[in-house]
């Protein structure tokens, strides 16, 4: 298991390796102080999980971390680690379709256990808030979009009336890529009409997107 640690306090960051450094079965790939540089080092080590912490004040916040993150590398988990244990956060996590939250304040155990979770496809939420509420919150979610997070861009930006080429450029893709994207989201969505993807958009409120 390949893990890269993103945390902004040096020494924090050192004694979360100590303790990974422990476990059997895991390898540190990277360590980052902030967003902007967990990102690089995710798509160029490609880590099986990233424990994220939310609070880096220099750049990107952990929530603009991880989606970015997650929109480039589908099969990246990602686990907050954090000191916020407020209702709001968690909330956030839960819709940004984070794998797991940990508190910092969490035992050894706890942080080896919600490792072998999100590898293995589940998730993993330790806080203080009960879990019958948490599963209400986990069921009160939208649905999951049958697109991944680029691809609800590409309908966005089609939906917007940017061209093939505008895309490609807004993104940093090849058009070639930007027509295979869409080509997959009309087999996805068993659609064949632009008219029908703008309406889905609408639907969706994918043109909302931000």
């Given at each position: 298991?390949?893990?890269?640690?993103?945390?902004?306090?040096?020494?924090?960051?050192?004694?979360?390796?100590?303790?990974?450094?422990?476990?059997?079965?895991?390898?540190?790939?990277?360590?980052?102080?902030?967003?902007?540089?967990?990102?690089?080092?995710?798509?160029?080590?490609?880590?099986?999980?990233?424990?994220l912490?939310?609070?880096?004040?220099?750049?990107?916040?952990?929530f603009?971390?991880?989606?970015?993150?997650?929109?480039?590398?589908?099969?990246?988990?990602?686990?907050?680690l954090?000191?916020?244990?407020?209702?709001?956060?968690?909330?956030?996590?839960?819709?940004?379709?984070?794998?797991?939250?940990?508190?910092?304040?969490?035992?050894?155990?706890?942080?080896?256990?919600?490792?072998?979770?999100?590898?293995?496809?589940?998730?993993?939420?330790?806080?203080?808030?009960?879990?019958?509420?948490?599963?209400?919150?986990?069921?009160?979610k939208?649905?999951?979009?049958?697109?991944?997070?680029?691809?609800?861009?590409?309908v966005?930006?089609?939906?917007?009336?940017?061209?093939?080429?505008?895309?490609?450029?807004?993104?940093?893709?090849?058009?070639?890529?930007?027509?295979?994207?869409?080509?997959?989201?009309?087999?996805?969505?068993g659609?064949?009409?632009?008219?029908?993807?703008?309406?889905?958009?609408?639907?969706?409120?994918?043109?909302?997107?931000?």
């Open positions: 298991m390949k893990v890269l640690i993103v945390d902004d306090h040096d020494l924090i960051r050192k004694g979360i390796r100590l303790l990974l450094e422990g476990f059997p079965d895991v390898e540190v790939i990277g360590e980052a102080s902030n967003g902007c540089d967990a990102i690089t080092l995710a798509l160029k080590h490609h880590p099986d999980v990233i424990l912490d939310l609070s880096m004040p220099t750049g990107l916040d952990g603009t971390t991880a989606k970015t993150i997650m929109d480039e590398l589908e099969d990246v988990k990602i686990i907050v954090t000191m916020h244990d407020e209702e709001i956060y968690v909330q956030k996590a839960i819709q940004y379709n984070i794998h797991g939250y940990l508190l910092k304040n969490s035992q050894t155990n706890d942080l080896y256990e919600a490792l072998q979770a999100v590898y293995g496809g589940k998730r993993f939420y330790r806080t203080h808030i009960p879990n019958e509420h948490l599963e209400k919150m986990f069921a009160e939208e649905p999951k979009s049958p697109l991944t997070n680029r691809e609800r861009e590409i966005r930006l089609t939906f917007l009336g940017y061209t093939n080429n505008q895309i490609a450029n807004k993104l940093k893709i090849s058009p070639k890529t930007v027509e295979n994207h869409k080509t997959n989201i009309m087999q996805k969505l659609i064949k009409e632009k008219h029908e993807l703008i309406q889905y958009a609408l639907k969706n409120h994918i043109a909302d997107l931000v």
